[in-house]
């Protein structure tokens, strides 16, 4: 297993060269010069080309590309064109808000998702099923700045029970901390939801149909035991490649939910850093991401291990 | 469960959860009073006022750094930094000398060395810096409150550019960070200002920080403007970014922000329903709607397309669209100039007024030889003020036969393509549209929308001899009868030029909650005199 999992690690490299490449490149070909932004609407021509100049944005790719290199070999994610911060300090300062949205978001998700599913599945057909199910297809469908909306304006405006908008540091306390994420987890969380509570139901319903099943409901198993125990174990493996895949949607939707929400965290960073062409902290957040997909992966083919020990590397 | 009891079970639930129970908020009652949170209209991502020329910069900068004159509300600059000048009998040499009491926010005493590194920085960007750069002799500290900038011809604009409110404006940094190339970004913001930078507080593109400054010594003077006192009767401004109007206005509506610099019109009516909230105009100079063509390739190389275009053009239709259908938002503008400011005028201004003319449009479209070529029409759609634009141009051009190349696309891509001297098929353009603050639009001074000479003038690169020469006699002349006639005379020409088509004058809106004063109409936020009631 821990060779498994240090072969696993290694491969994220090539896959790492491969995402800078594209990414790097794909900022090259794009439109958009950050020297124009940074030199304002009153700015020269000749203002603009000697910006460009002082970046070393007139270089050639090449030289750009493998500068970049060289300093991402050196630990050195760069420096940002418009705060003159360095890449790894701004997303320092971001990465608490979107950890802990993503967390809260999972936990809450995980909590909901799966009892739902399972009693979806456990009364399939039946009204529950579908109000369930509908539920769900609600959550599909609603954008998340929709209920983002809807959320602030009923329990921030409305009901004055939480805030609209920021993040508090964990280090400030719980409450405080969590206060500012119950809304936005929500709003992120929808879709989330949906998704989980679909796969669960369609797991459970295939695992309750297997001969174990009807011999532990004959043997005069209670019905919780049955379905979180006995069934739920053997369902978990798709359920968990789902969480997984999920990862990514919660790292697209946290772009959103923190521009609604006006969380200071890695999502807001992505869409400054797009609007600006600040081309060194979009690669350096580009690539934080994917190496957390690529782990998150690893995660979970760790996880089926614990849920399926027929599963070995 | 009433909300008291479950905010009450969930505090009790967080302290055995959180190691020393659960925190309060951060800020008591009595801070929280003396801390004002503020919107502003866009993210503070740099903090260099000479390097980065945005209106967020210059409007946090104005906080932290000192300019030796400021304009006042009269638009007049007055002393700030300085105690006195003197000008030489020939017009060729100021001589000022700095007022006692100023020191930097590291305890620095503001000495000339400090004044002649900045004023350096500053005129290697700053367009009217560069004027005076041009027919510059030295510029020298005579001793530590003295200093002297001696010219080869008289400049008689030298206290409007030391104080003008344009982005670069003339902020004195301290000797060390000034020297830094100007098109490189200081990394010490260290100013004399009645605030300092809290750097170590600083999120880019989330908050920034500033507190007030103890050993700011304000002049006796009432505050107008960027011009008199600056007196800070708050502890601390933070600048709290929300990228997303909806949740701005609730923050404000929630009270958990105090002033948000520009809410957008669609939700004015909300918050003027909203018994806690203030709603007044932001700044009374406005802004100016701009229809830029480039006029380095066809039709609108020809002068007849671009008449063609104000023939045309309903300034109604572009304002309606921009501010909606309140009229105390936008008026017409036959011209260029900021309205109700001096130099106002409307000579030339007959092609934009009356009623609009396709027929006569048209004529003068075939007469340029235009024949159904594709024109690209570049529209950034992430801001509001230039798809609203873009949005009535394509309409317009359809209604005069034209064949529309409709380029949607954003703000950042618009910046960059627009710099594009090539033909549009080769990565060029023909349109574009943008706007500018009307406070920089009151002369030609900063004004480089208005500009005609050729190569170095703005985006479409319009050559007018004509417009260049009536500049020249602006910055000539000796009194305002002389800088009236000459604006005159430049707004004429510019209109017949055809630089570019202006879409109307439109204002804007600021909000704040009522327990906070001393807010005042004008082209940036001031800080100054603003207090807060618990």
Known sequence: ?313 | MDRRTLLKGLAGVSSLAATGGVSMPALSQGAAARTLRFVPQANLANFDPVWGTQYVVRNAAAMVWDTLYGIDATLQPQRQMVASEELSDDGLVWTFRLRPGLKFHDGEPVLSKDVVASLTRWSARDPMGLMIKAIQNELTAVDDKTFKWSLKQPYPKMLFALGKNNTPCAFIMPERIAQTDPFKQITEYVGSGPMKFAKSEWVPGAKAVFEKFADYVPRQEKASWLAGGKQILIDRVEWIVIPDPATAAAALQNGEVDWWENPITDLVPVLKKNRNISVDIADPLGNIGVFRMNHLHPPFNDVKARRAILTALSQEDYMRALVGDDTSLWKPLPGFFTPDTPLYTEEGGEILKGKRDIAAAKKLLAESGYSGQPVSCIVAQDQPITKAQGDVTADLLKHLDMNVDFVATDWGTVGSRRAQKTPPGQGGWQMFHTWHAGADCVNPAAYAGIRGNGDKAWWGWPTSPTVEKEVTAWFDAKNLDEEKAAVGRLNKAALEDVIYAPTGFFLSYTAWRKNISGIVKGPLPFFWDVSKSA
């Open chain 1, 1 to 313: 297993m821990v060779s498994y999992i240090l072969r696993r690690i290694l491969s994220t490299l090539p896959v790492m060269a491969i995402v800078a490449l594209f990414v790097f490149s794909l900022l090259y070909i794009a439109p958009g010069d950050p020297a124009v932004v940074i030199a304002g609407d009153q700015a020269s021509p000749a203002d603009v080309e000697r910006i460009r100049q002082s970046l070393g944005l007139d270089r050639p790719f090449l030289v750009q590309f493998g500068t970049w290199v060289w300093h991402i070999l050196h630990g050195d994610l760069g420096t940002s064109i418009f705060t003159s911060l360095p890449v790894s300090a701004l997303i320092a300062q971001r990465i608490e808000p979107t950890l802990s949205l993503m967390v809260i978001t999972l936990i809450l998700t995980i909590l909901i998702a799966v009892p739902l599913g399972v009693v979806a599945a456990w009364k399939a057909g039946s009204w529950v099923d579908r109000t369930i199910m509908g539920f769900a297809v609600f959550g599909f469908s609603v954008p998340v700045f929709v209920v983002g909306y809807v959320l602030a304006y009923v329990f921030a405006l409305e009901l004055e029970w939480l805030p609209v908008q920021g993040y508090t540091p964990l280090a400030q306390g719980f409450w405080p901390w969590l206060q500012n994420l119950i809304l936005p987890a929500v709003a992120l969380g929808c879709v989330y939801i949906a998704l989980i509570a679909r796969i669960t139901r369609a797991s459970m319903l295939e695992v309750l149909q297997q001969d174990y099943i009807r011999t532990a409901r004959a043997k005069g198993l209670g019905q919780r035991s049955i379905l979180f125990i006995h069934a739920l174990k053997n369902a978990a493996v798709p359920i968990v490649t789902v969480i997984g895949i999920g990862v990514a949607l919660l790292i697209g939707g946290a772009v959103v939910t923190e521009s609604v929400f006006a969380i200071p965290g890695l999502g807001r960073l992505t869409i400054d850093a797009i609007l600006r062409r600040d081309y060194p902290v979009i690669q350096g957040i580009v690539l934080l991401f994917s190496f957390t997909y690529v782990l998150v992966n690893l995660m979970v083919d760790v996880t089926y291990t614990l849920v399926d020990p027929r599963i070995r590397y």
